[in-house]
T-cell receptor
Framework: GQNIDQPTEMTATEGAIVQINCTYQ??????LFWYQQHAGEAPTFLSY????GLEEKGRFSSFLSRSKGYSYLLLKELQMKDSASYLC??????????FGTGTRLTVIP | DSGVTQTPKHLITATGQRVTLRCSPR?????VYWYQQSLDQGLQFLIQ???????AKGNILERFSAQQFPDLHSELNLSSLELGDSALYFC?????????????FGSGTRLTVV
């Protein structure tokens, strides 16, 4: 089976850097994804990692360590609009994404 | 607009009733996925179709069923509704199963069972 752990909530200050951690156990591994979801809206794709290391995309970066079953999403230069839930998801096989319950990030002035 | 269209956006119905949720995938996508998201819960995978055929099943109740039609749109049927079925139901699509560019989600159908 699959299990994903993320912190439930985090708070950070506008302009700062925040790191959202995700640990996972999965029977197979075809990649790890991060999605952003504003309240009541559709999740939107942020990043994908399948090899160990850091993937950078603008203000957002995602890191993966397959041996440790660990990933993090790094958000730099936080803006108020970054207040949202951040969902870590793994693709155990070729058929579907398994999502964690998400981390609700609140950015304060 | 993500390109994935879900209708209706909101649905209020009584316990014991049956509803149908509809999803049109993004142009060119052959795979459709259905997810349920209850209040403060993660996205729970229900079922996946690829080019008209069922590919994977998650924690989908026997009261729920789905299908994908030749034009690739999909419908999720929920019957004998209970209060606990109140949730956001998302449809997502991808070019193929295991698409490494992730899924594109529709804006969801908010179902309220009263």
């Amino acid at each position: 089976g699959q299990n994903i752990d993320q912190p439930t909530e985090m708070t950070a200050t506008e302009g700062a850097i925040v790191q959202i951690n995700c640990t996972y156990q999965t029977s197979g591994f075809n990649g790890l994804f991060w999605y952003q979801q504003h309240a009541g809206e559709a999740p939107t794709f942020l990043s994908y990692n399948v090899l160990d290391g850091l993937e950078e995309k603008g203000r957002f970066s995602s890191f993966l360590s397959r041996s440790k079953g660990y990933s993090y999403l790094l958000l730099k230069e936080l803006q108020m609009k970054d207040s949202a839930s951040y969902l870590c998801a793994v693709m155990p096989g070729a058929n579907n994404l398994f999502f964690g319950t998400g981390t609700r990030l609140t950015v304060i002035p | 607009d993500s390109g994935v269209t879900q209708t209706p956006k909101h649905l209020i119905t009584a316990t014991g009733q049956r509803v149908t949720l509809r999803c049109s995938p993004r142009s060119g996508d052959l795979s459709v996925y259905w997810y349920q998201q209850s209040l403060d819960q993660g996205l729970q995978f229900l079922i996946q179709y690829y080019n008209g055929e069922e590919r994977a099943k998650g924690n989908i109740l026997e009261r729920f069923s789905a299908q994908q039609f030749p034009d690739l749109h999909s419908e999720l049927n929920l019957s004998s509704l209970e209060l606990g079925d109140s949730a956001l139901y998302f449809c997502a699509s991808s070019v193929a199963p295991g698409d490494l560019y992730g899924y594109t989600f529709g804006s969801g159908t908010r179902l309220t069972v009263v």
